[in-house]
């Protein structure tokens, strides 16, 4: 009995320790191994075990060049494979890594993934832009009557916290003009009502007062601030 127990004990010691060592010495990925056979497997258009390698590179510490051209192809499999959304989402990992990130000219205007990397470039473009130069774009789409893209650049200018408080009074101003011409009344108000929030002496320009749209929406916000 007690030579078994040994035998039990001594067992159990050399499985566990095996076990210890087939987990210590488990599969081991080498980053550079696994981004280079994703690339390769993009390259032989085998998208599915490309994208199993690449979304693995994606996490390891690889160089920013790398890192960028991970997300690329990935964003490439994603547009064949007909997932726009993802296609986006890797195209925007691109311009986080790089501002400047610029698909090469032989990808450029590939019917698969340009929309998906146009609309990543218009997002990011808003996102790493700074306060001053969004509102001086949003102000030139109001001059030009591009209303949804003066309201997209506005919003994000005025989210800005470095965007300067007479700017930011103007950019409500402008948002109110669009809201207004667009018949909504309450966002035109709302828009009226933070100019004035910001400066309790907000008032409009003469070429601007009077007008039909908007005039009866400001003057109504104004009774608010005047005691």
């Not at 566990?16 to 060592?21: E, Q, V």
Request: with cysteine; proline share 2%; aromatic share 12%.
């Amino acid at each position: 009995m007690k030579y078994f127990l040994i035998s039990l004990v001594l067992g159990i010691s050399i499985i566990s320790s095996g076990c210890s060592t087939l987990g210590l010495s488990g599969k081991k990925y080498d980053s550079d191994s696994i981004f280079t056979q994703g690339v390769e497997a993009y390259q032989a258009r085998q998208y599915d075990r490309a994208k199993t390698l690449l979304s693995k590179a994606a996490y390891q510490n690889l160089p920013e060049s790398k890192l960028i051209e991970t997300s690329k192809n990935l964003a490439f499999i994603h547009a064949l494979q007909g997932n726009k959304i993802l296609a986006i989402q890797h195209f925007l990992k691109c311009f986080e890594l790089d501002h400047d990130f610029e698909l090469d000219k032989a990808e450029l205007g590939h019917p698969a993934w340009t929309p998906a990397y146009e609309e990543a470039q218009r997002q990011a473009s808003v996102k790493y832009a700074s306060a001053n130069d969004l509102f001086e774009q949003g102000k030139d789409a109001y001059t030009k009557r591009n209303y949804t893209e003066a309201e997209s650049l506005l919003l994000s200018a005025v989210g800005k916290t470095e965007l300067k408080k007479d700017r930011k009074v103007e950019a409500h101003k402008f948002l109110a003009f669009i809201f207004a011409v667009q018949q909504r009344s309450g966002d035109a108000r709302a828009q009226f009502r933070r100019a004035f929030e910001l400066d309790k002496n907000f008032k409009l320009d003469k070429a601007e007062y009077g007008n039909p749209v908007w005039t009866p929406l400001y003057e109504a916000v104004k009774k608010e601030f005047v005691k």
